[in-house]
């Protein structure tokens, strides 16, 4: 690896961390043993700033740019965001009907091409075919009712889990 910055950090495609990097994985380290690393990022991403000062958990993560972009929501260094799973309502669907018509005329096929239900009086026979002269049955209240559970789903896009790292001794970085 090329001479690192304090603070860089790199995807790694081992499972453990080379001599002066550690694994992004959220662990608490103590000021005293890594005071250039602290200098940069402080208790951005946890401790307690007196002994120990934590460092980016990136397990199951992935790292967004800070800042605000056009358009964006402004994302602070070290926040966390996000879902693995969400549960939409149904305010969050836009506008829409499922119609379902029905006729009092008596059924002649089996099968809905371009038909309509239709009142069954022969067998496997609930169809007619539409066409704008039916007369519209009457339904049911329940006819045509809510659906689904509000159960969550995955949010989740197509991911490879790999090392990411962060630098723990290199070259301190000088501002421009």
Sequence with gaps: MSEAFIGEVRVFGGNFAPVN???????????????????????????????????????????????????????????????ESVSLVTNQLPAHNHAFNATTDTAVAPSPANGVFATQTDGDKIYVAANGTNQPAVLAANSVVQTGGSQPHDNIMPSLGISYIICLNGIFPSRN
């Design 21 to 83: 990097w550690h694994l992004c994985d959220g662990s608490l380290l103590p000021i005293s043993q890594y005071e250039a690393l602290f200098a940069l990022i402080g208790t951005v991403y946890g401790g307690n700033g007196v002994n120990t000062f934590g460092i980016p958990d990136l397990r199951g993560r992935l790292p967004v740019g800070q800042g605000q972009g056009l358009g964006l929501t402004n994302r602070i260094i070290g926040q966390s965001f996000g879902s």
